[in-house]
């Protein structure tokens, strides 16, 4: 919160701190070393909310266990101090704050490469496991784990886990170590290297077999649900009073992880889903009152839908869950399409998976292995009712579903810088130590302890360590009294649909 502006300053941190600053606006910046009025402050932010400092700071092996810590290999490649992160850098979530309020944040430890470490590279045994649905960027994740672990910090052999939690237990699977060979090239593809598979696992015979195995971090790249999965084989592990490492890596193409600005693999799954917007334009406006309709992925979420939607600026009409529709009716969604058609000669319609659920009356309360429920076709769905409904317009109606090759593509460049970081941050987390996570969320001027495996994220364009529980306990639905939603609104032109719909079915 300071603007370190000229080259003097600089120059002063230097004499001061006797280090290398030249990535100095990427450190705290500390009163005793930039004084307020040669800095240009505007903002002071203090220390934690309490005098107690261990409250917020990761516990770590060292904390409950004799172990000795050691030197980072970094120090063996010369690398300069900077490249280190303390134990008492963190970064704020709320970071919206007023010229005549006080305000308060939560915070989250900072990830990054630390000074010393407190396990051995040699005695380490790191397995990778992938679970629940595909991403674009999974592979990049796999292979840069790998090549942080064994070329970082030394480890001999990192071990990849087949398909899933199963793959821990199940006979006809072999957990088998990685080669460079293997995980050269795979990030060029897309899927999981690995493999994938959803939920119905066992806690205590996927324990039994960390345990067998001897591994002693495991790195689980998976969304929610993976996640509260993987928070029960730490608690497992810590009722056995077992000192192993359990890393997560969020994983959903919906973006709708709590808390972390982006998930992996969305940039491209919008990137790719804008190609079926535009087909489907192309199909439009190759008929009399054609209308191109698109499904995208989003079950409880509109987030690929709505950034597709402004991406491509080709949308008519963007449905997500998040907002309720009526098809019928002067304010319904039918005739705002007829008036686009009157209009344009050509209607887009983008649809989220999970949209139209609450007017949907042949839903079923079916859930598959990870609890998910299972909901019909939106898509197939509109277009009957679409069709029928403006058969006397003489209407050519074109249906695309993209939905499977969006998630399936391999990463663009943006997502493959992400996942190496993510998968980066997580390795030097691990050989931190931080297991369990006892990170502090400032709220309120109050410290919440959470006891659990870490995941890593990106918050406020930082990386972060965050407890495994804040993760898995909810989504990220789209904000529809946003700025966002509201551009969404003037990029296709469509009324608010949710006016037309009668108050019970909208709580529904």
Same mark, same amino acid.
């Given at each position: ?5 000229t080259?003097?300053l600089?120059?002063?941190?230097h004499?001061?701190?006797?280090e290398?600053v030249?990535?100095?606006?990427? +450190?705290?910046?500390? +009163? ?5 009025? *040669? ?7 203090g ?18 266990l ?15 101090e900077n ?11 709320d970071i ?37 649905g595909? @991403?674009?960027?999974?592979n ?30 199940e006979?006809?699977?072999?957990i088998?170590?990685?080669?460079? *060979? ?34 002693n ?11 509260r999965?993987?928070?029960k084989?730490?608690?497992e !592990? ?9 890393i ?15 998930s ?9 889903? +804008?190609?079926a917007?535009?087909?489907?334009k ?30 491509? #600026?080709?949308?008519?009409?963007? !449905? ?14 039918i ?17 989220a998976?999970?949209?139209?659920m ?9 859930t598959d292995?990870?609890?998910?429920m ?16 403006? #058969? +006397?317009? *003489? ?23 992400y996942?190496?970081?993510l998968? /980066? ?17 400032? !709220? @309120? ?12 994220? !990106? ?13 898995? /306990?909810?989504r ?17 032109? /469509?009324?608010n ?12």
């Amino acid at each position: 919160m300071i603007r370190t502006n000229t080259m003097e300053l600089i120059a002063k941190l230097h004499q001061e701190s006797l280090e290398d600053v030249a990535s100095v606006h990427d +450190q705290p910046k500390i +009163q005793s070393i930039a004084k307020q009025a *040669e800095a240009s402050y505007t903002k002071i932010v203090g220390s934690t909310v309490e005098d107690d400092v261990g409250n917020f700071i990761p516990c770590k092996i060292s904390d409950f266990l004799d172990v000795e810590s050691l030197p980072s290999p970094y120090r063996a490649q010369g690398v300069g101090e900077n490249i280190f992160v303390s134990n008492s850098e963190t970064v704020l979530l709320d970071i919206v704050s007023h010229t005549k309020h006080e305000t308060v944040s939560r915070e989250f430890l900072r990830g990054g490469p630390r000074k010393a470490i407190l396990h051995d590279p040699r005695k380490a045994k790191p397995a990778i496991v992938t679970c629940g649905g595909l @991403c674009p960027g999974l592979n990049t994740v796999i292979r840069e784990i790998y090549m942080c672990l064994k070329y970082t910090y030394g480890v001999r052999e990192v071990y990849g886990v087949p398909f899933g939690f199963r793959g821990f237990y199940e006979p006809e699977y072999e957990i088998k170590p990685l080669t460079d *060979e293997e995980v050269d090239d795979i990030h060029h593809d897309g899927g999981s290297y690995l493999g994938s598979s959803r939920g119905g696992h066992s806690t205590r015979m996927i324990v039994d077999a960390i345990v067998d195995f001897g591994f002693n971090m495991v790195f689980v790249i998976g969304g929610d649900g993976s996640h509260r999965g993987a928070i029960k084989v730490f608690d497992e !592990l810590r009722s056995r009073k077992l000192p192993y490492a359990v890393i997560g890596i969020p994983k959903t193409v919906d973006n709708d992880i709590a808390l972390i600005d982006r998930s992996f693999g969305f940039a491209t799954a919008v990137e790719e889903a +804008q190609r079926a917007i535009k087909s489907a334009k192309t199909e439009a406006t190759s008929y009399f009152n054609g209308i191109g309709l698109v499904k995208l992925m989003g079950r409880h979420s509109g987030h690929i839908t709505m950034a597709a939607t402004v991406a491509s #600026r080709d949308v008519d009409v963007c !449905l997500i869950p998040e907002v309720p529709f009526v098809l019928e009716g002067e304010k319904g969604l039918i005739a705002h399409i007829r008036k686009v058609l009157h209009r344009k000669g050509h209607c887009v319609v983008v649809v989220a998976e999970g949209a139209g659920m609450h007017i949907e009356s042949e839903i079923k309360n079916e859930t598959d292995a990870s609890g998910n429920m299972r909901l019909p076709d939106v898509g197939l769905w509109l277009k009957e009712h679409i069709t029928n409904s403006l #058969r +006397q317009d *003489e209407v050519t109606l074109k249906y695309i579903d993209p939905t499977y090759m969006i998630r399936t593509v391999p990463p663009n460049a943006a997502d493959n810088l992400y996942c190496a970081m993510l998968a /980066q941050n997580a390795v030097h987390g691990a050989f931190a130590g931080y297991t369990p996570l006892l990170t502090a969320v400032i !709220l @309120c001027l109050r410290i919440y302890r959470n006891d659990s495996g870490f995941t890593v994220g !990106l918050i406020r364009t930082h990386y972060v360590y965050i407890p495994m529980e804040v993760i898995s /306990q909810g989504r990220m639905e789209v904000d529809v009294e946003s700025r966002s939603w509201e551009e969404v609104m003037l990029t296709t032109g /469509q009324p608010n649909f949710e006016e037309a719909v009668p108050v019970s079915a909208a709580a529904t």
